[in-house]
């Protein structure tokens, strides 16, 4: 593994640990239900009826730098105030990352691939 990969990999736990599980959490005190099911774990089911998704709940322009994908979860995430100071992190989070990393074009073992 190369020592840029190992160090934004060091880098996405930290993110996880300063950032993300501190969000969680305050999230849950403020009532949010994140994806704990502990109290359903005996439901026969975790379905839950949801409206239906349109192309744009799904349409995140990033644009390659980290100002254009901050500005792009802001508009995401207009009716999630609390979300909004998060998206300048991630933002922060991409900008150390850079984009020296070697991407590859194999597909993980992890990764079921259909064709």
Do not use: I
């Amino acid at each position: 593994m190369s020592s840029t990969r190992e160090a934004a990999e060091r880098a996405a736990a930290e993110f996880h640990d300063r950032v993300l599980v501190p969000l969680g959490r305050e999230l849950q005190r403020a009532g949010d239900r994140l994806a704990d099911v502990a109290p359903l774990r005996t439901a026969e089911s975790f379905y839950q009826n949801v409206p239906a998704f349109g192309k744009a709940d799904f349409d995140l322009r990033v644009g390659g730098d980290p100002e254009t994908l901050r500005a792009s979860l802001l508009r995401q995430w207009k009716d999630e105030p609390r979300l909004h100071p998060f998206a300048e992190k991630v933002a922060e989070f991409s900008a150390s990352l850079g984009s020296d990393l070697d991407l590859s074009s194999e597909v993980s073992a992890f990764v079921y691939v259909m064709f």
